[in-house]
Nanobody, 126 residues
Framework: QVQLVESGGGLVQAGGSLRLSCAAS????????MGWFRQAPGKEREFVAA????????YYADSVKGRFSIPRDNAKNTVYLQMNSLKPEDTAVYYC???????????????????WGQGTQVTVSS
């Protein structure tokens, strides 16, 4: 049974940093493309970042490029979202997602992913 468990959310002031973690179980982790998405109240779920299976290439939404990073530790079956220079508009529930093997340009679409975590709240105060 595949499980994704997120942790690390919380309340932070603008300009601060947070690191989210997503621990995966029940998968051969290196074979999975991992993504982070977020959803603010009243808005659709949006792509934040992804790290592609096997090769580990990383991709980011324009809104977070240069501020966020998505390292993965294949030995620990864990992907992280390091968030720096946080802004109030980053406030959302953040979700980790996984899909088996490389999926090319479709990694930005939430419909592509098979497994999802429960979400963790990130609140950035101004």
């Amino acid at each position: 049974q595949v499980q994704l468990v997120e942790s690390g959310g919380g309340l932070v002031q603008a300009g601060g940093s947070l690191r989210l973690s997503c621990a995966a179980s029940g998968v051969t982790f290196i074979q999975y493309t991992m993504g982070w998405f977020r959803q603010a109240p009243g808005k659709e779920r949006e792509f934040v970042a992804a790290t592609i299976a096997r090769g580990g290439s990383q991709y980011y939404a324009d809104s977070v490029k240069g501020r966020f990073s998505i390292p993965r530790d294949n030995a620990k079956n864990t992907v992280y979202l390091q968030m720096n220079s946080l802004k109030p508009e980053d406030t959302a529930v953040y979700y980790c997602a996984a899909v088996h093997v490389s999926i090319g340009a479709l990694f930005r679409s939430p419909e592509t992913y098979t497994y999802w975590g429960q979400g963790t709240q990130v609140t950035v105060s101004s």
